[in-house]
């Protein structure tokens, strides 16, 4: 038998503790909790315990790009191996991570170093060979997780079998257990545009559709009586089975088997492509696993008003011109199922993850809509870099043929231009994470972006914009207006364009000054060629002095298993200083 945990070996295992150390100084320097000070070329940082130092060079938006292989730690003026956990512990008081927390960020940051290790044993891919792979190849071999949070890949609860399983790097094809739940338990819903009966036969077939049915027949119930939902494997194995054992003694659930076709996870772990039929949808389960500040739970009552959430935000997309001219599209969750437990509905608030342990949604395929030629990647691939050092966007860009900063406008009108159209005539912030985003790309180049994740993670910041009633829950209550824009200044800027630079200029294709000129230029064109939004640019300047600074992981930090308020966004987050406007003037 293979033994599970071949990958931590002493060569993975320092090679993980030095890039996450590495990750640590940048990413907590950045959101000014440590204060490295400037020693000769680099800079020291020290407490009772050890020495760290280590070069850098620094960025705008306070970006440190700290090399990771000059970091060195010294105890009582001795060499010592660089350690994430022992850096962690060190400084856990300035972290501000309280001491019953501290045991569980630990395992968090012992479970991504791990998958690192593993990352580490796979066979090396690189970003050049990325340039030609297809969409599910590119998805698992993504490497860093978010690139902000430095606890990125937690997943605690997962086993080392389950890892291997069901991590999205694993890559490996899964098939989903499928449960019948009975109806007045359920909540079912679905876009306009298609029923729930039509979508199971689509997504499953007749046959299975049939098998399901004796298993319901055999126990002694009818099908009639009963929904089918679909489950993640580890979620039936670990939670349904044992946490709602009522229920399936009593045949309020039935387990019915697993469906026939193969998915994939993908980086969000909870949601899984169709490898068997791509053209299928995605389907995306609830998980109560931890991971990066939540319980990845899906909510029943949140199930029933998500398709109308998204059928609003598609036909918004779908009939503005400028968005269409861009090529701007959202995959839609066009269905979703929930299950009530009335025994822990009675138990607990609205919020607690025990409410969250049984729903699924079908979201589309980004697979139907592909012209010839067109080919799909996870935008979080852009940041990805090989473990040669070379980047992936790199990679894009010198087999594109076109000059880097052609190449980047070319990104920024497909993916920048709108989410800027979407805040300025709708106030309709999205979460633009890399792995909320798919590039379309031709010839290496990125054509148009479609987005996901729509119903959990959009917000409507206006008291003003429309909203059909069912859809009203997105409205984001009483967002100051100087925080309106950081959905554009964090998201984008600070979250995906302050990694995007330096690696850009790493590789010699354009300096901070250039990148960061392209962005600036493509904002005051698409300003321009709207007048019709003039009042709206002037009451929120793209082009004022600085923004806050708004930390995530003092925000994962103070409460690393429930990080934000989902029904508050705005009072959760944490704000320290400002930054620099890199296209302010």
């Not at 050049?128 to 998805?139: G, K, R, S, W």
């Not at 912030?429 to 479609?450: K, S």
Request: with cysteine; glycine share 4%.
């Amino acid at each position: 038998m293979t033994d599970p945990t071949a990958h931590l070996t002493p060569d993975s295992w320092a090679a993980a503790n030095r890039a996450l150390v590495r990750k640590a100084l940048a990413e907590f320097t950045h959101e000014r909790i440590l204060e490295p000070v400037a020693t000769g070329n680099g800079y020291t940082l020290a407490n009772a315990t050890s020495e760290y130092y280590f070069e850098a060079r620094r960025y705008p938006l306070f970006h440190w790009e700290v090399d990771a292989a000059s970091i060195t730690r010294t105890i009582a003026g001795a060499d010592a191996p660089l350690d994430a956990l022992d850096f962690i512990t060190e400084w856990h008081d300035q972290l501000g991570i309280g001491a019953e927390m501290l045991p569980v960020y630990l395992e968090e940051i012992s479970s991504t170093l791990a998958s690192t290790a593993y990352k580490l044993a796979k066979p090396d891919v690189t970003a050049a060979d990325l340039v030609t792979a297809d969409f599910q190849t590119i998805e698992a071999a993504m490497t860093e997780g978010h690139p902000c949070f430095v606890a990125n890949n937690g997943r605690l609860g997962f086993g080392v079998t389950d890892y291997r399983a069901f991590a999205p790097e694993a890559g490996q094809a899964v098939r989903l257990a499928w449960l019948a739940v009975r109806k007045d338990r359920a909540t079912v819903s679905h876009s306009s545009t298609i029923s729930y009966d039509a979508l199971l036969r689509e997504e499953l077939g007749t046959p299975v559709l049939q098998r399901f049915a004796e298993r319901i027949r055999a126990v002694g119930e009818d099908p009639a009586d009963y929904r089918l939902m679909p489950v993640h494997p580890w979620q039936w194995e670990n939670k349904t089975s044992v946490t709602f054992a009522a229920d399936v003694a009593q045949r309020h659930i039935i387990p019915v088997g697993t469906s026939d076709d193969d998915y994939q996870p993908q980086q969000s772990i909870r949601t899984f492509f169709n490898r068997s039929h791509p053209e299928r949808h995605y389907v995306k389960t609830a998980l109560s696993v931890l991971n990066m500040g939540f319980m990845r739970g899906l909510s029943p009552g949140y199930m029933e008003k998500t398709p109308a959430i998204n059928d609003w935000v598609h036909d918004l997309v779908e009939n503005d011109v400028v968005l269409k001219r861009y090529g701007f599209t959202v995959l839609r969750e066009i269905a979703a199922v929930g299950y009530h437990n009335t025994y822990y509905e009675a138990a607990t608030a609205k919020t607690s993850p025990y409410r969250k342990m049984l729903s699924a949604l079908w979201r589309e395929s980004p697979v139907p809509a592909l012209d010839s030629g067109e080919r799909l990647a996870t935008m979080a691939s852009l940041l990805h870099v090989d473990r040669h050092g070379s980047s992936h966007a790199a990679a894009l860009i010198r087999a594109s043929g076109l000059e880097p900063a052609q190449w980047l406008r070319r990104y920024l009108d497909a993916y920048l231009i709108p989410l800027l159209h979407c805040f300025y005539a709708y106030e309709l912030a999205y979460m633009p994470h890399g792995e909320n985003l798919i590039l379309v790309l031709r010839d290496a180049v990125p054509t148009r972006v479609i987005m996901k994740d729509i119903a959990e993670e959009i917000a409507v910041l206006s008291p003003d914009t429309e909203l059909p009633a069912d859809a009203e829950r997105v409205r984001a209550a009483d967002v100051p207006d100087d925080e309106k824009l950081l959905s554009i200044f964090t998201d984008v800027f600070d979250c995906i364009f302050r990694f995007l630079s330096p690696l850009l200029d790493r590789e010699g294709l354009l300096t901070p000054e250039e990148f960061w000129s392209v962005v600036g230029e493509s904002v005051r064109d698409y300003q321009a060629a709207t007048p019709e939004l003039a009042d709206a640019f002037a009451r929120y300047d793209m082009f004022a002095p600085e923004f806050a600074l708004s930390c995530l992981n003092r925000l994962q930090l103070r409460n690393n298993q429930n990080m934000v308020d989902l029904t508050d966004l705005s009072n959760s987050l944490q704000f320290v200083g400002t930054l620099e406007n890199p296209i302010a003037g």
